[in-house]
């Protein structure tokens, strides 16, 4: 190991040249990198949430789970890293608006 580190040593006062201007591009890349960096000003650090609101006017909310909530259940299980995965089954009933 101590040999590893004489050669660098000596390569690096050999080639003064090459190892400021690779230094330089490092700098200039770094400071490129920084600046083009998308940094958002409050980060969402809350655990994965699924919630599902269905409605469909003038069903059952059996209807509602059978036909839409659970089938978009059973594709979103594979989501990664999800903590919660809960429906709401809405039942509406419209009334028709004759004045």
Do not use: C
């Amino acid at each position: 190991m101590n040999k590893f580190i004489k050669n660098i040593i000596y390569f690096s006062l050999r080639h003064r040249y090459f190892v400021f201007f690779m230094t330089a591009v490092l700098v200039v890349m770094g400071i490129w990198s920084y600046s083009n960096t998308p940094i958002e000003t409050f980060p969402d650090v809350t655990n994965t949430q699924i919630i599902i609101i269905a409605q469909w006017p003038g069903r059952s909310a059996e209807e509602v789970e059978k036909f839409i909530t659970i089938p978009i259940e059973t594709v979103l299980n594979s989501v990664q890293k999800k903590s919660n995965l809960y429906h709401i089954s809405i039942w509406l009933i419209i009334y028709p608006h004759n004045f």
